[in-house]
C-alpha cells in the first residue's frame, strides 16, 4: 500500500514555472516502485508526463515536456517533484502523480499504476 499526498501547481501564465510535490508513504521500501506523474484534461486520457524509477533513479519524459519539465527526487522525504518551465496553455490539465510497482519498461502505462495522489489543476493562460 502506497499513500501519495500532492501539493503545488496553480496557475501561470505561458512561459513561466510551476512546482508540484508528490509525497510517498509506505511501509515498504520504495525501491521496486516507479514513481510518475500523469495529466488528464476534460474529455481526454491520462497522458504520461515523467517518471521517474525510485531504485536507481532513472528518470524518463514524454515528449511534450522533456527539455522544459524536470523530475526530482528527495530520498530522505520520500518525495518527487517536477519543475515545470516554459510553460504552454496545452500544458494545462490536472496533474496525477502514480505509483506502480510492475510498470516496470512500460512506465508510461496508466493502467500499470495502482496507487494515485489526489490530482492537483495546473491552469496556463496565454
Known amino acids: 500500500q502506497v499513500q501519495l499526498v500532492q501539493s503545488g501547481g496553480g496557475a501561470a501564465e505561458a512561459g513561466g514555472s510551476l512546482r508540484l510535490d508528490c509525497v510517498a508513504s509506505?511501509?515498504?521500501?520504495?525501491?521496486?516502485?516507479?514513481i510518475s506523474w500523469f495529466r488528464q484534461s476534460s474529455g481526454e486520457e491520462r497522458a504520461f508526463v515523467a517518471g521517474?524509477?525510485?531504485?536507481?533513479?532513472?528518470?524518463y519524459y514524454g515528449a511534450s515536456v522533456k527539455g522544459r519539465f524536470v523530475l526530482t527526487r528527495d530520498i530522505a522525504k520520500n518525495t518527487v517533484s517536477l519543475q515545470m518551465d516554459n510553460l504552454k496553455p496545452e500544458d494545462t490539465a490536472v496533474y496525477y502523480c502514480?505509483?506502480?510497482?510492475?510498470?516496470?519498461?512500460?512506465?508510461?502505462?496508466?493502467?500499470?499504476?495502482?496507487?494515485w495522489g489526489q490530482g492537483t489543476q495546473v491552469t496556463v493562460s496565454s
Open positions: 521517474l524509477a525510485w531504485g536507481d533513479g532513472v528518470t
Open positions: 509506505s511501509a515498504r521500501a520504495l525501491n521496486s516502485y516507479t
Open positions: 502514480g505509483a506502480s510497482a510492475r510498470a516496470y519498461s512500460d512506465y508510461a502505462g496508466s493502467y500499470w499504476y495502482d496507487y
